[in-house]
């Protein structure tokens, strides 16, 4: 089956750890992208990608890295710099043909402080 | 800060009902979507409507898009139990012309649809 494949589905971080969430896809889609969701609100922008090698700062990117090096997978570092991980994380990618465009999430990383 | 307010914040109503989403933004989009995502789980795409698009249909959902108003509805016919979901809207900004794919979401509707 085609899709987006999110792991692990619990993470827990240590403080002054750095944590990475994986995200793969097997759509051949171009775009990924990761958002974060807080409790009872939307979806923020923290990193996008458009094409492999090449990635841009969403609007949170501050205590996150990531990196594009295969068309596949796009990887989210939560840095110790980030001093409130607790979260659900989204991983998405985009399909866009002519005017056709949406997102294709995967099931998602909840992290958690210990 | 949130290009997309939805309203209400939470939507409670028996099966068979009508439930009606509203979504309001503040810049000029390109388009605009609709997503559903059950409680800890991805979203799902629902629908698109384009900015130069009124309304538009898919199954039991009915889109509507004001950009003078800068606002949008989502509508569920005859709601299911199955229904019962976060539904989110995600405009696309409008960039030059093109659509770099970011999508800004609104803090979403939680609807639960009783039996």
């Known amino acids: 089956d085609g899709g987006i494949t999110q792991s692990p589905k619990y993470l827990f971080r240590k403080e002054g750890q750095n944590v990475t969430l994986s995200c793969e896809q097997n759509l051949n889609h171009d775009a990924m992208y990761w958002y974060r969701q807080d409790p009872g609100q939307g979806l923020r922008l923290i990193y996008y990608s458009q094409i492999v090698n090449d990635f841009q700062k969403g609007d949170i990117a501050e205590g996150y890295s990531v990196s594009r090096e295969k068309k596949e997978s796009f990887p989210l570092t939560v840095t110790s710099a980030q001093k409130n991980p607790t979260a659900f994380y989204l991983c998405?990618?985009?399909?866009?043909?002519?005017?056709?465009?949406?997102?294709?999430f995967g099931s998602g990383t909840q992290l958690s402080v210990l | 800060s949130q290009q997309g307010e939805e309203d209400p914040q939470a939507l409670s109503i028996q099966e068979g009902e009508n439930a009606t989403m509203n979504c309001s933004y503040k810049t000029s989009i390109n388009n605009l979507q609709w997503y559903r995502q059950n409680s800890g789980r991805g979203l799902v795409h629902l629908i698109l409507i384009r900015s130069n698009e009124r309304e538009k249909h898919s199954g039991r959902l009915r889109v509507t898009l004001d950009t003078s108003k800068k606002s949008s509805s989502l509508l569920i016919t005859a709601s299911r139990a199955a229904d019962t979901a976060s539904y989110f809207c995600a405009t696309g900004l409008n960039a030059g012309g093109t659509s770099y794919g970011k999508l800004t979401f609104g803090q979403g509707t939680i609807l639960t649809v009783h039996p």
């Open positions: 998405a990618s985009r399909i866009r043909q002519g005017w056709v465009e949406k997102l294709f």
